[in-house]
């Protein structure tokens, strides 16, 4: 079984964002960057079925300008064995996103495409779902179970009342959440070993896909700050300020 | 313009999300429609035509959307979609699961999450865990959209007349089926909906000492959440985990112990009116939020506090 992964790369999710002066978007320049934390879980988890025997390849894929390239070594150093870049610079909605990886999933025949379940930068949660529903593949989106077994995948999935087990039929995408693994860090031979393996380059005119954004972003801005409380004294203090300032026990 | 919300229903019991979609459909302006894609339909669909400002309640009932999977509910919108100029779902799990299949049916952009109505193609969504808001403008034939409950305000659940109609079902699908479910079973209030909330973080140093959180929520009436934290660490179940990844709240009262206040997890709560934090360091940045922050060791507080109530 062959396993694709989609690495996006996203500002660190450490990083304090700031909004651009101008309203036109979120400041990206001179700004950490790292792979979207949800694909790091989507890589650890493909590289884990390759070391238990029931994946043959992993194969990492993102979207993004000529930097994504390194978002995929962090995938091959991790253990995945070769990516796919496709080089565009600017954004790139979900939609477009899904449309580029049904090209890449008709060239390279996965039997199964683990995505993050969100990327922390757009907040979108959409794509896997959307590349599902583009191939006519199941999906088990939400998982923090996987299992590989007679040709299906069994999921558990993070519902909003609990968790929720559904059988796939393969090939089919999963998307992860965070409760799957946690992901391993590189080791350094094994981040040496990553510049070695094959980062193929395309553009998305090479799938006939035009990733002009859908959506225009007609303004970017920074919510409203909360107003500064205070701190109390004490548990007597605290019960008097809800009760007569707050006035909400 | 014309909204169809996609209802979240079970039993003869349509869900809140649905009446927070409903109101943002009521922005958008237009009819307002529901359709109820399940099996035994009947008695939400008697509750769903009352509720305020809808016009028209769409049910397909049919043994292929048992359990509401993907992969037969998606087309059903995408079929259902073609006469509408939007259609909405709540951004919690149900509608996060199965909206963008539906989208991607239609090839169009979704808007996921939206915040607020700024005109009838114009939307304000939070992006990077709420620290940016972004406004976008949309000229897709049909706006599929996901709508943060949070940011509207429920529309009452009585009071409508919607006249019922029964639409076709669905060829059954074989890509997926259901096997189970381990639902949180909890007799307090729905942390969604909650007016008070109280969570517990990494500093609860266990589940066993969540005991002393749950008899505070009992005495106050709230519900309990979670840090992911604390969920990872497995002291309680992944439904209680707030934040960017897990439940969006806005209580009247969220009181955090033992949350040190990442931004992921402010993205969850930060919009509550009166927001509470007891912490043991008084450098947590959950303080910077909090309206009332007391520094103090949480074993102590909680059981004090929980006594001081009366
Ligand atoms: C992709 C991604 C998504 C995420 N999504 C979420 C999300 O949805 N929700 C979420 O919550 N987090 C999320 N996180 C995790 C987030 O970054 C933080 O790691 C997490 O919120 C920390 O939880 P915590 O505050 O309970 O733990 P900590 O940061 O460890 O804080 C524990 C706090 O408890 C205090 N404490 C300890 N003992 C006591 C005591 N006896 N009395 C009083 N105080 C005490 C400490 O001073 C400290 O401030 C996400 C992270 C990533 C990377
Ligand atoms: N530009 C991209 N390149 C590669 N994978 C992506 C890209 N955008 C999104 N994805 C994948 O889709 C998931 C969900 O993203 P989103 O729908 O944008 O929240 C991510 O976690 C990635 O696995």
């Known amino acids: 079984m062959k396993v694709l992964v989609p690495v996006k790369r996203v500002v660190d999710y450490n990083v304090k964002i700031r909004v651009k002066a101008d309203g036109s978007g979120v400041e990206t320049a001179n700004v950490k960057m790292s792979m979207n934390p949800f694909d790091e879980i989507a890589v650890e988890q493909a590289v884990r079925l390759k070391e238990a025997g029931a994946a043959e390849e992993v194969v990492a894929v993102s979207i993004g300008p000529q930097q994504a390239q390194e978002t995929i070594r962090t995938a091959l150093a991790m253990g995945a064995d070769r990516g796919i870049h496709i080089k565009h610079d600017g954004e790139v909605e979900p939609l477009a996103v899904a449309k580029l990886l049904k090209a890449v999933v008709e060239k390279e025949g996965p039997e199964l495409v683990l995505t993050g379940k969100q990327a922390i930068d757009d907040d979108c949660n959409q794509t896997g779902q959307m590349l599902a529903a583009l191939l006519g593949w199941a999906q088990g989106t939400f998982a923090s179970k996987l299992e590989i077994a007679d040709g299906g995948a069994k999921v558990t999935r993070e519902v909003d009342g609990g968790l929720e087990t559904i059988q796939l039929k393969l090939p089919a995408i999963v998307s992860v959440d965070l409760r799957l693994n946690e992901p391993r860090y590189a080791s350094l031979p094994n981040i040496m070993k990553a510049k070695k393996k094959p980062i193929d380059a395309h553009e998305p005119a090479d799938f006939g896909v035009d990733p002009t954004p859908r959506l225009k972003t007609v303004k970017v801005s920074e919510p409203p700050p909360r107003q500064g409380g205070i701190k109390v004294e004490s548990v007597d203090e605290l019960v008097e300020k809800l009760k007569t300032e707050a006035k909400v026990i | ?310």
């Open chain 2, 1 to 310: 313009m014309s909204n169809l919300v996609i209802a979240e229903f079970a039993g003869d019991e349509i869900w809140s999300a649905t009446l927070n979609t409903v109101a943002a459909a009521k922005e958008i302006g237009g009819d307002i429609h529901v359709a109820l894609i399940g099996t035994d339909c009947d008695a939400a669909a008697a509750a769903a035509a009352k509720i305020e400002g809808v016009s028209k309640v769409l049910v397909c009932d049919d043994p292929a959307f048992t359990h509401q999977m993907a992969e037969a509910v998606a087309p059903k919108i995408a079929e259902l979609a073609a006469t509408y100029s939007h259609v909405l779902a709540p951004a919690d799990t149900f509608g996060k699961n199965i909206m963008p299949r539906a989208a991607a049916l239609l090839d169009v952009q979704q808007i996921s999450d939206i915040s607020a109505v700024v005109g009838p193609t114009s939307f304000e969504r939070p992006i990077y865990a709420g620290n940016a808001l972004a406004v976008v403008e949309s000229a897709e034939k049909i706006n599929v959209i996901t709508v943060r409950m949070t940011s509207f305000e429920a529309v009452a659940a009585e009071g409508g007349s919607a006249e019922i109609e029964k639409v076709g079902g669905a060829e059954a699908q074989e890509l997926s089926s259901f096997v189970g479910a381990e639902m949180t079973e909890s007799e307090r209030p729905d942390l969604a909906t909650a007016k008070i909330v109280v969570s517990g973080g990494r500093g609860m140093g266990s589940g066993e000492n969540f005991a002393i959180l749950e008899t505070l929520a009992d005495k106050l009436g709230a519900a309990v959440g979670a840090s992911r934290a604390a969920v990872d660490a497995g002291f309680v179940p992944n439904d209680y985990q707030v934040g960017q990844t897990g439940k969006v709240i806005a209580p009247d009262l969220y009181i955090a112990v033992g949350i040190s206040g990442a931004i992921q997890h402010l993205a969850g709560m930060k919009d509550s009116k009166t927001i509470v934090a007891i912490n043991k360091d008084d450098e947590a940045p959950i303080f910077q939020v909090a309206d009332y922050g007391l520094v103090a060791d949480l074993f102590d507080a909680v059981p004090e506090l929980e006594k001081k109530l009366g």
